[in-house]
Nanobody
Framework: QVQLVESGGGLVQAGGSLRLSCAASGLTFGNTAMGWFRHAPGNEREFVASISWSGGSTLYAHFVKGRFTISRDNAKNTVYLQMIRLKPEDTAVYYC?????????????????WGQGTQVTVSS
């Protein structure tokens, strides 16, 4: 059974930083591309970042470039999302997702497994 467990969310002031973690189990993590998505009230779930199986390739949504960094530690079966210079519009539930494949993807439909999400709230 595949499990993705996010952690690291919380309340932070605008301009602050957070690092999200996603611990994966039940899959061959080293052969799996991973992604982060977010869902804010009133909006559709949107792509944030993706990383290939090796970490050698990354993909970002235009609105997070230069502020968010996705990374992974295959020895720990964990993917991270480092977020800096956070803005109130970054407030959302952040979800970790796993692909069936090794390459990055910015499409929600490209991911088979999803975590339960972690709330990120950025105050102004």
């Amino acid at each position: 059974q595949v499990q993705l467990v996010e952690s690291g969310g919380g309340l932070v002031q605008a301009g602050g930083s957070l690092r999200l973690s996603c611990a994966a189990s039940g899959l061959t993590f080293g052969n799996t591309a991973m992604g982060w998505f977010r869902h804010a009230p009133g909006n559709e779930r949107e792509f944030v970042a993706s990383i290939s199986w090796s970490g050698g390739s990354t993909l970002y949504a235009h609105f997070v470039k230069g502020r968010f960094t996705i990374s992974r530690d295959n020895a720990k079966n964990t993917v991270y999302l480092q977020m800096i210079r956070l803005k109130p519009e970054d407030t959302a539930v952040y979800y970790c997702a796993a692909r069936i494949g090794i390459a990055t993807s910015g499409s929600t439909g490209g991911y088979k497994y999803w975590g339960q999400g972690t709330q990120v709230t950025v105050s102004s």
